[in-house]
């Protein structure tokens, strides 16, 4: 008998309700806080039980919902131009023919196109947040890998152990390094020299293992995974021009740009508003270069701005668990009680542990922004109260999120990947356990030495 998974916004209501329980049986306490940096941080062992309390009425897990939305504007909002900017430079098939450009260059020498095709995937996902995006390549890659050889499970590798390392070393991801960062109290894309070193030894693990892999099947065609559910038709990309070029380009200048404006050299003091004013020049920019009429850009814009609008839904309630915590008062007892086990085992153990609790969460909201708004009000606290700073622990959620959407079932794009391509779950799960495993390992010892570096 198969059990359904939930949907995740039912997950997040059922832990809505499960946060207001913990409020009637928990008691109410507080820690005391001070101001480090501009943002506020709890004082280790200033821990204290509220007494006289009033609790939470049952009106208020609905009332909660529409605070935390607007609590949540700032990101939600940022979430929509994002959607609404790609899709619009989606529209004019620029990054289409780029990976389309690139498969065909390199479409008959298999090593290479490992490699490049996985460092793209990856790339994408560093640096845009892409994921849905590749779905249409799916096709593409299955033909490519069939004619030369090689299996079905050859080109999903190449795909979805590429994109899964770019989420879980990535360096500016609007999606998840930016929001997590942002409910932390960090500074955007602050931290990201450390992440850059990480992403090209997470990357090549990932690579020899995919890479080791294609070479077997080279040898070995009979021992490969060969789906044929007749929906492997041959994709048609666009060839790529001077225009397509221009756009790539000034895409790059745009991400660029936002690092400059955040960083503290710059001066500009950019944040969530400016950010999401590059995008959208960025979009109109586009526009008038791709000569794309208005209506169809406001089109464009609008569907991906819509794509979106389920994870704007699944970060207001996510926002709505941590809002019940903190009005009930038990917040800080969470983080009393949870601490205590990782204080005494010091600040290397104490970020693989979160980086565990990381993983083991990813199953339940595998959304990764929304992801960010349950765990990390959690997560920072802990962190400040067993010397692991707020970085790391932004670190050990990206890690457990991305790492981790390689394997869960609840991952909706991973799902959709393999469903197009025709390959049962179980046997996905066969492939990849393997160098989960290695990166699991890997992403502990890289959170212990950002321990022992002081990784701020």
């Given at each position: 008998?198969?059990?359904?998974?939930?949907?995740t916004?039912?997950?997040?209501?059922?832990?809505?309700?499960?946060?207001?329980?913990?409020?009637?049986?928990?008691?109410?306490?507080?820690?005391?806080?001070?101001?480090i940096?501009g943002?506020?941080?709890?004082?280790?062992?200033?821990?204290?039980?509220?007494?006289?309390?009033?609790?939470?009425?049952?009106w208020?897990?609905?009332?909660v919902?529409?605070?935390?939305f607007?609590d949540?504007?700032?990101?939600?909002?940022?979430?929509?131009?994002i959607?609404?900017?790609l899709?619009?430079?989606?529209s004019?098939?620029?990054?289409?023919?780029?990976?389309?450009?690139?498969?065909?260059?390199?479409?008959?020498?298999?090593?290479?196109?490992v490699?490049?095709?996985?460092?793209?995937?990856?790339?994408?996902?560093?640096?845009?947040?892409?994921?849905?995006?590749?779905?249409p390549?799916?096709?593409?890659?299955?033909?490519?890998?069939?004619?030369?050889?090689?299996?079905?499970?050859?080109?999903?590798?190449?795909?979805v152990?590429?994109?899964?390392?770019?989420?879980?070393?990535?360096?500016?991801?609007?999606?998840?390094?930016?929001?997590?960062?942002?409910?932390?109290?960090?500074?955007?894309?602050?931290?990201?020299?450390?992440r850059?070193?990480?992403?090209?030894?997470?990357?090549?693990?990932?690579?020899?293992?995919?890479?080791?892999?294609?070479q077997?099947?080279?040898?070995?065609?009979?021992?490969?995974?060969?789906?044929?559910?007749?929906?492997?038709?041959?994709?048609?990309?666009?060839?790529?021009?001077r225009?397509h070029?221009?756009?790539?380009w000034?895409?790059?200048l745009?991400l660029i740009?936002?690092?400059?404006?955040?960083?503290?050299?710059?001066?500009?003091?950019?944040?969530?508003?400016?950010?999401?004013?590059?995008?959208?020049a960025?979009?109109?920019?586009?526009?008038?270069i791709?000569?794309?009429?208005?209506?169809?850009?406001?089109?464009?814009f609008?569907?991906?701005?819509?794509?979106l609008?389920?994870?704007?839904?699944?970060?207001?309630?996510a926002r709505?668990?941590?809002?019940?915590?903190?009005?009930?008062?038990?917040?800080?007892?969470?983080?009393?009680?949870?601490?205590?086990?990782?204080?005494?085992?010091?600040?290397?153990?104490?970020?693989?542990?979160?980086y565990?609790?990381?993983?083991?969460?990813?199953?339940f909201?595998?959304?990764?922004?929304?992801?960010?708004?349950?765990?990390?009000?959690?997560?920072?606290?802990?962190?400040?109260?067993t010397?692991?700073?707020?970085?790391?622990?932004?670190?050990?959620?990206?890690?457990?999120?991305?790492?981790?959407?390689?394997?869960?079932?609840?991952?909706?794009?991973?799902?959709?990947i393999?469903?197009?391509?025709?390959?049962?779950?179980?046997?996905?799960?066969?492939?990849?356990?393997?160098v989960?495993?290695?990166?699991?390992?890997?992403?502990?010892?890289?959170?212990?030495?950002?321990?022992?570096?002081?990784?701020?």
């Amino acid at each position: 008998m198969r059990i359904k998974m939930p949907h995740t916004l039912v997950l997040l209501f059922s832990m809505m309700i499960c946060a207001q329980i913990l409020t009637y049986i928990l008691p109410a306490g507080t820690f005391s806080t001070t101001e480090i940096d501009g943002r506020e941080v709890i004082i280790s062992g200033t821990y204290q039980i509220i007494k006289e309390s009033e609790k939470l009425s049952l009106w208020s897990i609905f009332t909660v919902l529409p605070r935390a939305f607007a609590d949540s504007q700032a990101i939600i909002f940022f979430i929509f131009i994002i959607g609404g900017s790609l899709a619009v430079i989606k529209s004019t098939g620029a990054i289409d023919a780029a990976i389309g450009k690139m498969l065909e260059v390199f479409g008959t020498r298999p090593s290479i196109l490992v490699f490049l095709c996985m460092f793209i995937f990856a790339a994408g996902s560093a640096s845009l947040g892409m994921a849905e995006e590749y779905l249409p390549f799916v096709p593409l890659l299955i033909t490519l890998c069939l004619a030369l050889r090689l299996d079905t499970m050859s080109a999903i590798g190449i795909m979805v152990v590429g994109y899964g390392t770019g989420y879980g070393v990535a360096m500016i991801n609007p999606f998840t390094v930016m929001i997590a960062q942002g409910v932390a109290g960090l500074k955007p894309v602050s931290g990201w020299w450390y992440r850059l070193v990480l992403f090209l030894p997470f990357f090549m693990v990932g690579w020899w293992y995919v890479h080791r892999y294609v070479q077997q099947i080279i040898k070995n065609p009979e021992k490969g995974y060969y789906a044929q559910n007749g929906r492997q038709e041959e994709v048609v990309y666009p060839l790529i021009n001077r225009r397509h070029k221009i756009i790539l380009w000034l895409t790059l200048l745009a991400l660029i740009l936002i690092v400059y404006g955040i960083s503290d050299f710059s001066g500009w003091h950019w944040y969530i508003t400016e950010l999401g004013a590059v995008f959208m020049a960025l979009a109109l920019i586009v526009i008038l270069i791709a000569g794309i009429n208005p209506n169809k850009a406001a089109i464009s814009f609008a569907e991906g701005a819509t794509e979106l609008a389920s994870t704007a839904l699944l970060i207001g309630f996510a926002r709505s668990i941590a809002l019940i915590l903190e009005d009930g008062m038990v917040l800080h007892t969470i983080i009393h009680y949870a601490s205590i086990p990782l204080q005494k085992t010091g600040p290397e153990v104490a970020a693989v542990g979160m980086y565990a609790i990381q993983s083991i969460f990813n199953f339940f909201v595998p959304s990764g922004s929304g992801q960010a708004f349950v765990t990390i009000p959690l997560l920072a606290p802990i962190g400040d109260l067993t010397g692991v700073s707020r970085q790391i622990v932004v670190l050990a959620y990206q890690f457990g999120d991305g790492f981790t959407n390689m394997i869960v079932p609840t991952n909706a794009v991973l799902m959709g990947i393999l469903g197009i391509a025709g390959i049962p779950y179980d046997k996905w799960f066969r492939f990849i356990l393997p160098v989960m495993i290695r990166f699991w390992l890997l992403g502990s010892l890289a959170l212990m030495v950002a321990v022992w570096i002081g990784y701020n």
